[in-house]
């Protein structure tokens, strides 16, 4: 005891027990989002061992592009600096001729094949009464992620993270009375459908002016608004 203060020794063990429950706790985190992700696809109608193979794959097929053209660029703008190092200048990156267009696993293809077999399941269930408000819920949410993507010179295309998932899930609850299958499949489908389309696709005449040698529909720029908007309509399922 030195000023009134006591020092007292944990010990080995002590310290191996915290150490252990730290591990525990940074080890159960990850599981705990997943499990909170899964319990949302089983409110889609997923069996939970399929609702977390459905996120598991979205997650790492989000790593996978599978080409699909090439724009090639008529001009590219080069740096009048000739000199090989200055000090505005360190280095002058090479001029983007090509650009490799592809499409994301996790954030394109297994998002529209989920929204049509909800699709599919629901018009089976409820009629066809259903792809008319499908239809306009997709027009809306790709003119409004067409409006708020931003193209990045450089870097590619933003599209945000939260805003068209909250219209498509506006969408669901206004036209379906706020909750039940028919607004949960509006809202999932017109989300991925629509973000793809007006984010993506809908931007794709202006990839030949952000120097960029590859753009992936669905995955960079894209995947996080998508993977939210299929997440959000179990809220109302």
Do not use: E
């Amino acid at each position: 005891m030195a000023g009134g203060i006591r020092f007292v020794s944990a010990g080995g063990l002590s310290v191996l027990v915290i150490l252990l429950l730290v591990g525990l706790v940074i080890l159960l985190i990850p599981l705990l989002f997943l499990g909170v992700i899964g319990a949302a696809f089983t409110k889609l109608g997923f069996s939970w061992i399929t609702a977390i193979a459905v996120v598991l794959l979205m997650l790492f097929g989000s790593y996978v592009n599978i080409p699909v053209y090439t724009i090639r660029r008529d001009m590219v703008r080069v740096s009048t600096d000739t000199t090989p190092y200055s000090a505005d200048a360190p280095w002058s990156p090479a001029p983007v001729w090509d650009t490799l267009i592809s499409i994301n696993l996790g954030g394109a293809i297994i998002p529209i094949c989920i929204s049509l077999y909800l699709l599919y399941q629901a018009v089976h269930i409820t009629g066809n009464s259903l792809l008319v408000p499908v239809g306009a819920g997709i027009a809306l949410v790709a003119l409004v992620t067409f409006v708020s993507t931003r193209p990045v010179p450089g870097v590619g295309l933003r599209v945000p993270l939260i805003i068209p998932a909250l219209t498509a899930l506006v969408m669901g609850m206004l036209l379906f009375g706020g909750s039940g299958i028919p607004a949960t499949v509006l809202a999932f489908v017109s989300g991925t459908i629509g973000i793809l389309l007006g984010g993506n696709l809908a931007q794709l005449h202006r990839i030949k002016a952000l120097d960029v040698s590859d753009v992936s529909i669905g995955g960079a720029g894209t995947f996080g608004a998508i993977f939210i908007c299929c997440i959000l309509p179990a809220l109302i399922a």
